[in-house]
């Protein structure tokens, strides 16, 4: 007997490439959802990033138990397939730019009078509309625009970074609202129309820092929260990096004198004043924590009840305790974060399943 997943029975049609819409489509076959990849001829571009095979590791970290179908959506009978494909399904993905997918013949206009049932997401950079509405739209584009790189590089020596925030942010934005609009079918019996920008995940990602900025005219720069927030970045004598978060409790900040035996200075006697004297008060943690193990003061840092952790690599995080007593890595990928009381289902491996 099949095991019963959390979206078991829901059917998604997934016509995206790149990240953002097959993110949001692997996030609703982790929970379960039957999940139509349609690739055009030669396949999605992220197939053949590291140079060779046909499934990369890029490839293969989104499209994971997904059933693959290569479609011309130029030519006819490749649209009349994907229309075929789309009758069936509760959920149709697409990244296009907009206007795109109602130049090709499977636009919003057309199914909402065919598949009144559907629940159709579209994913752009810019949004569907506007001044940049037309232009290519890459994580690293949006995430400059967007304000998120503005929020953690230097702007004097500017250096896109990664993960691709913006493109990930945007999957998960796209799946919360394709769940919205099945239980708002539950009840009407129709489908809609989900839309999301890439820009407008970002944006939204940023509420505290936007927020503030609204509320006090501050513009957060690269490390102002961690100033902020008390969170310190330092290396035990044997090289090994790690992390220590403050917050807003004063018990962490007393417990942490103990532990470092240091004596209370009137410069740090408060949080506001440890705020103001950020820089000065991370050189001497760091000093401090320069003069023992890591594991010796995990050991401490643990039995004072401070915050802390490990600052992993990935290759440090597959190999993490914690993390592999939470399964939360598989043979060759990462399994969902999520739990069920009533489903516990296992990933299986990455591999190409051909409709």
């Not at 590291?50 to 490839?59: A, I």
């Not at 304000?147 to 993960?163: E, N, S, T």
């Not at 401070?306 to 007593?325: E, K, R, Y």
Request: glycine content about 10%; overall charge neutral; hydrophobic content about 40%.
């Amino acid at each position: 007997m099949k095991e019963a997943t959390p979206l078991g029975g829901l059917r998604v049609v997934e016509a995206g490439q790149y990240i953002s819409a097959p993110y949001a489509g692997k996030l609703l076959a982790d929970l379960g959802a039957e999940v139509v990849k349609v690739e055009p001829p030669g396949g999605d571009p992220m197939r053949r990033w590291q140079g060779s095979g046909s499934m990369s590791p890029q490839f293969a970290a989104y499209n994971r138990r997904k059933r693959l179908v290569t479609l011309d959506l130029k030519d006819p009978a490749g649209l009349a397939e994907l229309l075929e494909l789309v009758a069936g399904a509760d959920v149709l993905i697409e990244n296009f730019r907009p206007g795109v997918a109602d130049r090709l013949g499977f636009g919003w206009a057309l199914l909402k009078e065919r598949e009144p049932q559907l629940v159709y997401c579209s994913i752009t950079g810019f949004g569907p509309s506007g001044p940049y509405a037309r232009r290519p739209a890459y994580d690293t584009i949006i995430s400059a625009v967007g304000g998120l790189y503005g929020h953690l590089v230097d702007l004097a020596d500017p250096r896109p970074i990664g993960p691709a925030f913006s493109d990930l942010l945007s999957g998960m934005s796209a799946t919360q609202g394709i769940l919205a609009a099945l239980h708002a079918r539950t009840a009407s019996g129709r489908g809609q129309r989900v839309e999301v920008s890439m820009l407008g995940a970002v944006t939204d990602f940023l509420t505290e820092a936007i927020g503030t900025y609204l509320a006090t005219g501050s513009v957060p720069a690269p490390g102002t929260r961690a100033a902020r927030a008390q969170a310190f970045g330092v290396v035990g004598s044997d090289g090994l990096p790690f992390v220590v978060h403050l917050s807003v409790p004063e018990k962490f900040w007393t417990a942490l004198l103990g532990v470092l035996e240091l004596a209370e200075e009137p410069r740090f006697a408060s949080r506001e004043l440890r705020h103001r004297h950020y820089a000065e008060l991370e050189e001497a943690l760091r000093a401090e924590f320069a003069k023992r193990p890591r594991d010796e003061w995990f050991e401490r840092l643990a039995a004072a009840d401070i915050p802390h952790g490990p600052l992993n690599t990935v290759a440090d995080l597959v190999q993490d305790p914690q993390a592999n007593h939470l399964g939360l890595i598989g043979e060759q990928a990462t399994r969902p974060g999520t739990r069920f009381s009533d489903h516990h289902g296992r990933l299986p491996r990455p591999r190409e399943e051909r409709l």
